[in-house]
């Protein structure tokens, strides 16, 4: 991720900033709340496999930047197009930054949108406990992470489903 001090997801907001993804349903919704202004606990209960998909996502992520290879082989297991382009992009920005994530971020996944072949998830990410180090194993830095509302469009392409688009807000946009 970026070198930025707030961990690894903070640096993916600037990184999404960047590359003009917008959330799945065009605004942010305020904090606390999905995109349909209900609540977590009144997402509909559908997208099983879009949720696991999802989360196998960022378990390759979670792998992939201990290694800062943008070639890695999980990256395109769980995530393609625009969502795929930006896990190699933070990949090679942190190479260049010359430091490495290490860590376990947590993950609260909910589906707002479900069809047949397109679900809509919302999530609300910790990565207080997924950080920057440099190539010489020290902390990058002694700020913290945080939550980051997270919105993914996941899509069904054959037999499996892969996240196509991720939207990553700044720390605190949400809380657990």
Known sequence: MVKNGHGGLAALVLLLTAAAC???DGAPAPPG???SGRSAAAAPPSGDAALAAYRAMWGDVVVAARTLDAGHSRLDDHAEGGALQLLRHMMRANKEQGVVTKG???FAPVVTKAGAS???IQDCADGSRWLQYTKDGAL???VPGGHHRVDA???KHGGRWLVESLYIGEVGT???
């Open 22 to 24: 917008t959330p799945a």
């Open 33 to 35: 709340t999905l995109a």
């Open 104 to 106: 376990q971020p947590k």
């Open 118 to 120: 397109t679900v809509v």
């Open 140 to 142: 990058e830095d002694d």
């Open 153 to 155: 469009t996941v899509s």
């Open 174 to 176: 949400c809380v657990q």
